[in-house]
């Protein structure tokens, strides 16, 4: 706060000069201090002495004459972009970033985030807070805590936010997770095979430092968390066909050589564990795409017959990640088509019926579940007058 000696020298300025050199006076004085936080509310008072209205900063601006509002809105936007851009020169960003969130402008601190590089003993709990969870730059967010905090944050992180509407977010940071995971196994496996004598080339694949080398998984040995590996696994299957795929399928590779007590539980239609997911990932990635899809085909019967819609759900939604809609209709109509859409981890079928414009299939849907509208709505779209889509 301004010191004792300048409160004189402000009230003789006001007998002197009168309140706007007072005011202007005051910010100089504050600007000199570094004390911008009063800076912001010294150059609101110099606004509205200009203004002709009530002095104090912190008033509601409600309580100013209409005709004064526009010109005072404005003069709060830029102290809030001065005081909020000292801030950003200092590297404050998190005091920055108080100003720029009151005027809705995250611009600025968005572009100070691209550019932030933290010093090794900085804190980055409050910028992260703000690249993250206040959604200013989640993929600066996530690099932090990935390269700061290690894999483990930075799963913990992923894991527990909705990125359903952030799917660029998502597939962001779920390829930097397999990236990272990927590098440390190659590590630690070039480690393990260098220490028993074994020389490494230095563009092996992990799928090279594996074959044939049984020894490395005896005893239940293992090279990474294997809760690290399931997450990363599973996550790797949002992806859509990327470089990372490659990367996350030899991830499965080491998994399925794990002991089965180190895989961790599995559900159909990966009760095989890492090596269906291998398969899922390989079908997205076009690697032996038929045969993927007849794989998880071949499990459908069995989850039928005991009313376990999931390896249905998960095909329809494998189908649709390859562009497969009209197979993704049939697995749909032949296994889900009774279950509730609530209770849908994939699109209903009506939905899908809609997409594929099979309007019969739609309105045979929409009957089974008395939807009358949709009903009707089928049967003239599949009239050749009303087929439009």
Known sequence: ??????????????????????????????????????????????????????????GPAADLPESTHAEYEQAIREAGREVGGIYLKRNDLFKAWGFFRMLGEPEPVRAALEAYTPGEDD??????????????????????????SGICS??????????????????????????????????????????????????????????????LFAD?????????????????????????????????EYGAKLSPNLQGDTHPPFENGYADYRVYLGVVADHDREAGIAHFQAKLPAAKEMGNTLPAEVLVNLLLKIDRLPQAVAVAREHLA???????????????????????????????????????AGLIAGTTSGARG
């Not at 095979?193 to 074959?211: N, Q």
Request: aromatic share 6%.
């Open 338 to 376: 009774d279950v509730g859409e609530q209770e849908l981890s994939c699109p209903p079928l009506a939905e899908l019926a809609r997409r594929a414009k099979d309007y019969p299939t739609l309105a045979a849907a929409a009957e089974r579940s008395g939807d009358a509208v949709t009903f009707l």
């Open 1 to 58: 706060m301004t010191a004792p000696a300048p409160f004189a020298d402000l009230r003789d300025q006001l007998t002197a000069a009168g309140p706007l050199a007072a005011a202007d006076a005051l910010c100089d004085r504050l600007r000199q201090a570094e004390d911008f936080q009063a800076l912001f509310y010294a150059l609101l008072l110099k606004k509205r002495v200009q203004l002709g209205v009530s002095p104090f900063p912190t």
């Open 220 to 252: 239940d040995s293992y090279h990474i968390d294997t809760s690290h590996l399931s997450s990363v696994v599973q996550f790797a299957m949002h992806l859509p066909p990327c470089p990372e795929h490659d990367l996350a399928a030899e991830l499965c």
């Open 154 to 215: 930075a799963i913990t992180m992923v894991g527990g936010a909705d990125l359903s509407r952030s799917p660029d977010v998502r597939d962001y940071c779920v390829k930097g997770l397999v990236r990272a995971l990927h590098a440390q196994l190659k590590e630690r496996l070039t480690g393990d095979l260098t220490g028993r004598g074994v020389s490494v080339p230095a563009d092996v694949t992990v799928r090279e430092l594996i074959a044939g080398r049984d020894f």
């Open 123 to 148: 804190d980055i709990y409050g910028v992260v807070d703000i690249a993250w969870q206040q959604g200013v730059h989640p993929t600066k967010g996530f690099d932090l805590v990935l390269t700061r």
